[in-house]
């Protein structure tokens, strides 16, 4: 059973193919869409062409697919974990082995076709924090939010996969290291509407021997949920920019509900 059906308006000139396409739904899943008793208004004999003037929006299932497939701690004294950048001298490749020696690696996956209309974003508490690009991070950010969205890759970008490697350097006292706790969430895009289908909570830091968990990931909470709704209208990136605090935040819908 889809976790719930999102309802989309279908432009003049595209089809219902188009809007499958856009939200990662298989074409052979057709008839079962167009089957649903909430598109009951989609003629029986209609094909995957169909679309304006006949059919001018349709419900579209919103499946329960997003899988945490890896989650480890993670070390490299001799490169460091952030990449490097080949312009950088000595003293700068030497710097950012210095500052990203310590962190955490979390890849998480879904079902589902590449597509437009899913996106991942990552909501943050960080205490502690290092310089990056220059300034300090703001204490609760939206990870990467860049062009104006949220998503943690570009709005236009098809995506399956989300990866991230969180990490800073170890202090030389327990408590002053970098303190992390982020919500991960896979979301639905049908602008300016952005809606949390299911997300994980993850929270570790870093001491003087490296990192370690505070909370191993796992399925993020109603509160947690009501949390990072809160940081995605305050629309603050990780660098300081716009993240789309301008777009409407929902936190998962009913099981079975429409979201319109």
């Known amino acids: 059973m889809a976790q719930f059906l999102e ?7 595209q089809s219902a193919a188009a809007t499958l396409a856009r939200y990662g739904i298989d074409s052979a899943r057709w008839p079962e869409v167009r089957q649903l008793q909430q598109n009951a208004h989609i003629p029986a004999d209609s094909g995957l062409n169909i679309g304006p003037p006949r059919v001018n929006w349709l419900c579209v299932p919103i499946d329960d697919f997003m899988t945490i497939v890896n989650y480890r701690i993670v070390k490299d004294t001799v490169n460091g ?3 490097a950048n ?23 996956e879904r079902d589902g076709n590449p597509c ?6 990552q909501t943050v508490k960080k205490r502690n924090a290092t310089r990056f690009h220059g300034l300090i991070p703001p204490p609760e950010f939206v990870d990467t939010g860049v062009t104006g969205t949220p998503f ?13 490697t969180p990490c800073g350097p170890a202090p030389s006292t327990f408590g002053m290291g970098l303190d992390f706790a982020a919500t991960v969430s896979l979301v639905v895009w049908t602008p300016p509407r952005v809606t949390i289908v299911e997300g994980y909570t993850y929270h570790f830091q870093i001491g003087p021997a490296g990192a370690f968990w505070i909370l191993k990931p796992r399925e993020a909470t109603d509160a947690e949920y009501t949390d990072q709704v809160r940081i995605l209208m305050a629309g603050v990136g990780e660098v300081h920019q716009d993240s789309g605090k301008n777009l409407q935040y929902r936190k998962p819908p009913q099981l079975g509900a429409i979201n319109q």
């Open 7 to 13: 309802r989309v308006s279908i432009i003049p000139g």
């Open 81 to 83: 974990l952030r990449p």
């Open 86 to 108: 080949l312009s950088w001298t000595p003293a700068e490749r030497a710097a950012n082995v210095k500052a990203s020696e310590h962190g955490v690696e979390i890849e998480v």
């Open 116 to 121: 437009v209309g899913l996106h991942w974003v």
């Open 152 to 164: 943690q890759y570009d709005a236009d970008s098809p995506e399956d996969e989300f990866s991230d």
